[in-house]
């Protein structure tokens, strides 16, 4: 992502993750991953240390979960590099109310016993839903687009999400003309037959869609 935003050279970048979200991870998420080690230490040291539970798949997942998104942080350092601006714009969802059951209910002791007591899950295999995107994004059959977009749509999916996205886009635009940049899920970037996605409400400016494969990593 970092060598297609040098190639880009945006003026501003904007990322589909909400403000509320970006706030509690920079405060809350910096002291729980903190509890969260302490509680690891303890248990490294009732148990061999070849247990590895640092790097159990459930462990992972919370660490991740808890930390800044990998998208927003490199965006935030390209922006920092040229001296440009980057900007949360997504609406608070539903994943700040999974980060507070975090607190409740995870990171506690007796439920990471639990966890790094089960067996670790297989890393996911991402292959299926890039290959889905890639087709998708490039289908010129509006049914078949029209029938994937129907699972998706709702108060958090397609819809709501997609016209607040797109009104602090053109918020944007309209205050600084300039070379935006948005980073975010590709199915919002999916042309709509119902004109509800981030991509066909912001149709009429002719946005270029860019998908970041590791195995093709760029589609028109």
Same mark, same amino acid.
């Given at each position: 992502? =970092? !060598?297609? #935003? =040098?190639?880009?050279?945006?003026? *501003?970048? &904007?990322?589909?993750?909400?403000?509320?979200?970006?706030a509690y991870r920079q405060t809350y998420?910096?002291? #729980?991953?903190?509890?969260?080690?302490?509680?690891?230490?303890?248990? !490294?040291?009732?148990s061999p240390?070849?247990?590895?539970?640092?790097? +159990?798949?459930?462990?992972?997942?919370?660490? &991740?979960?808890?930390g800044l998104p990998y998208e927003f942080s490199v965006a935030c350092a390209y922006a920092g590099e040229k001296g440009i601006k980057v900007q949360a714009i997504d609406q608070a969802d539903s994943s700040?109310? @999974? #980060?507070r059951q975090i607190e409740e209910r995870l990171i506690s002791l007796s439920h990471l016993k639990r966890l790094v007591s089960s067996p670790a899950a297989a890393p996911p295999d991402n292959t299926y839903r890039y290959a889905l995107a890639r087709q998708l994004l490039a289908s010129p059959d509006a049914q078949q687009r029209s029938a994937f977009l129907?699972?998706? *749509?709702? @108060?958090?999916?397609i819809g709501p999400r997609d016209r607040h996205l797109a009104t602090m886009i053109r918020s944007l635009l309209q205050?600084?003309?300039?070379?935006?940049?948005?980073?975010?899920?590709?199915? +919002?970037? #999916?042309d709509d037959p119902a004109g509800e996605t981030l991509y066909s409400l912001l149709s009429d400016l002719q946005p270029r869609r860019l998908l970041l494969d590791p195995d093709q990593p760029l589609i028109p």
């Open positions: 992502m =970092a !060598a297609l #935003l =040098a190639q880009l050279q945006p003026d *501003r970048l &904007t990322v589909e993750i909400s403000p509320d979200v970006v998420g910096v002291l #729980l991953l903190r509890r969260l080690e302490m509680i690891l230490e303890r248990l !490294a040291g009732d240390p070849s247990a590895g539970f640092g790097e +159990h798949s459930a462990i992972v997942e919370i660490r &991740t979960l808890l700040l109310a @999974k #980060l129907q699972s998706c *749509r709702g @108060k958090e999916g205050s600084d003309p300039g070379h935006l940049v948005h980073i975010g899920g590709w199915v +919002h970037l #999916l």
